[in-house]
């Protein structure tokens, strides 16, 4: 690409370069055209001369100083023709010395202004060059990068798609049954990873709690609950709700049973599902309908 560039810029140059030595040329042409006209003059005149001398030799009658005169006469103008002639030859010849040397002086500029701008243009090359290369290494990090980035987005799809496989599959291994109030119960999550599948499912809202056995109830989400008895080795307890400003005791309850009971703001009811029981300590799960609003 560099060796266009400087062919192209040089093209304007080489026909200068050839315009002033066709100038030369010319000069030198015309210089030699005047040098022949001089000379034809001369040899004009030197004719005329000699017709004279013979018209004086003719005529007798015309004294002998009178034709000495005459002759040197003549022999003085043609000196002087000469010496013009030769004046005129010398003049050429300096001003096609001069006009020579003011063509060799452009010459010599012309070829230091062709030589200053290649060495630009090589230099400009050698930039653009620089800068391509730096494009393409910015490039090719920059494929590599998206290329890792792709990847990872093809794990990430990968391991949301095994996800939800997962989900789908705990989702469809829950089990819903009645509850004590003999009300159809949503899915029963019986441990933490269940439970969670629930919540990605997000139709009911779930509150976790661990509850031990104490003297006074304590506040699990929407109500008050108090441990009244845990039975470890039955999986069984009993436990007062306070729901409503309304005390009801749920006695003898199992394992992952729905424990139901209803709020006054929901048509739908609630849920109480302990899923494991130890000496004086339950820990579980209270699930409430999403929609709540109040009962007619």
């Known amino acids: 690409m560099g060796d266009f560039d400087a062919s192209s810029g040089s093209g304007p140059k080489i026909a200068i370069l050839f315009g002033a030595v066709v100038a030369l040329v010319g000069a030198s042409l015309y210089q030699f055209y005047e040098v022949r006209q001089v ?6 005149t030197r ?3 000699m017709d004279q001398i013979a018209k004086v030799h003719e005529t007798s009658t015309v004294s002998s100083k009178t034709n000495r005169q005459s002759v040197d006469s003549l022999k003085a103008q043609m000196d002087e023709a000469r010496r013009q002639a030769s004046i005129l030859a010398g003049q050429a010849k300096i001003d096609a010395s001069k006009h020579a040397d003011e063509l060799a002086a452009k010459l010599e500029k012309a070829q230091q202004d062709q030589a200053a701008k290649v060495a630009e243009t090589a230099a400009a090359v050698t ?3 620089g800068e391509v290369s730096k494009v393409k290494d910015d490039a090719n990090t920059t494929k590599t990068r998206v290329g ?7 794990n990430v799809k990968t391991d949301a798609a095994a996800t939800k496989a997962e989900l789908e599959k705990t989702i469809a291994d829950l089990k819903s049954t009645k509850g004590d109030l003999g009300v159809q119960s949503g899915l029963i999550a019986t441990n933490g990873k269940e439970l969670a599948a629930l919540r990605a ?3 009911r ?3 976790e709690f661990r509850l031990t056995k104490e003297k006074t109830p304590r506040k699990v989400g929407d109500v008050q609950m108090r441990l009244k008895a845990a039975d470890m080795k039955k999986n069984r307890y009993t436990i007062e709700l306070i729901a409503d400003d309304k005390l009801v005791e749920k006695k003898d309850k199992t394992v992952n049973e729905p424990v139901q009971f209803m709020l006054s703001r929901a ?3 609630f849920e109480i599902v302990v899923n494991e029981v130890k000496k004086d300590m339950i820990s579980g799960y209270i699930s409430a309908p999403k ?3 109040t009962r007619n």
Request: overall charge negative.
């Open 291 to 293: 929609v709540q609003q």
């Open 39 to 44: 000379r034809a003059e001369l040899e004009t």
């Open 127 to 129: 930039n653009v060059s």
């Open 201 to 203: 499912l997000g139709e």
């Open 47 to 49: 004719d005329a001369l």
């Open 148 to 154: 890792e980035v792709s990847t990872d987005l093809a």
């Open 205 to 207: 809202n779930y509150t």
């Open 267 to 269: 048509t739908q009811p």
